[in-house]
């Protein structure tokens, strides 16, 4: 059985180290309510949100640790995702490998501390629609309050202001074809996007300590910039 859920799902239901941690995998593109192409790979929301509510209900489930390597997805299944893991009061770690891109960046904000390594790479742009939309102000009244949603989770979960995650989104200087801008490991921890530069190790070390100190009742960073 543990078997077919690494192959089949890409789930570890709980590592056999010093402490039982549940290792979640979002990879791809983060699939909402309609499906993406049959080429592609997904994580679809409507699998990890039930995996989330038994993590937080399992007693023998001792911490979370999300691996990220994502483009993006769609905005609303995302975000609940992000709400979702960011409500887990057990001790959580992110960890941004390849890439955490679009709305994968509130995701990789969400658990209590977030890890990126060096080589890693973080997109930070507008919201985007595919497809066709109506032209009339209340459209893009609705892209604005979607953007600020994600603008005001990624602020309140991280260090980085609400302010200068804005100006990273409309950078106009740096993506040839789009607006935006490509932060590496490095500079998404000196923007106070993610917390620590670091690997597996170090995430699950942290996850470890953040056990044996007992500090599981709190339920998100608390690290926001007005």
Same mark, same amino acid.
């Given at each position: 059985m543990k078997h077919d859920l690494i192959t089949e799902e890409g789930i570890i239901e709980a590592t056999r180290g010093r402490h039982a941690i549940h290792c979640l995998t979002v990879i791809g593109t983060i699939e909402g309510h309609t499906l993406a192409p049959d080429n592609q790979k997904t994580t679809k929301y409507e699998h990890v949100i039930p995996l989330l509510v038994d993590i937080q209900e399992d007693p023998s489930i001792e911490g979370? &640790?999300?691996?990220?390597?994502t483009v993006g997805g769609d905005v609303e299944?995302?975000?609940?995702?992000?709400e979702l893991i960011a409500g887990v009061s057990k001790p959580s770690a992110t960890l941004v490998l390849g890439g955490g891109h679009s709305i994968g960046i509130p995701l990789a904000v969400s658990a209590r501390h977030s890890f990126i390594v060096p080589t890693a790479t973080m997109t930070v742009h507008?919201?985007?629609?595919?497809?066709?939309?109506?032209g009339v102000p209340q459209t893009l009244r609705y892209f604005e309050q979607m953007q600020e949603r994600i603008v005001g989770f990624v602020a309140g979960h991280s260090a980085i202001s609400a302010k200068r995650f804005t100006q990273l989104m409309h950078n106009t200087g740096e993506l040839v074809m789009d607006m935006g801008t490509v932060l590496n490991g490095q500079?998404?921890?000196e923007?106070?996007?993610?917390?620590?530069?670091?690997g597996l190790d170090d995430a699950? !070390?942290? &996850?470890?300590?953040?056990?044996?100190?007992? !500090?599981?009742?709190?339920?998100?960073h608390g690290k926001g910039k007005s």
């Open positions: 979370l &640790l999300v691996i990220l390597n299944a995302g975000l609940a995702l992000a507008p919201v985007r629609h595919s497809g066709m939309v109506l500079q998404a921890v923007e106070g996007l993610i917390d620590s530069l670091g699950l !070390r942290y &996850l470890y300590k953040e056990i044996e100190q007992g !500090r599981s009742g709190a339920s998100g």
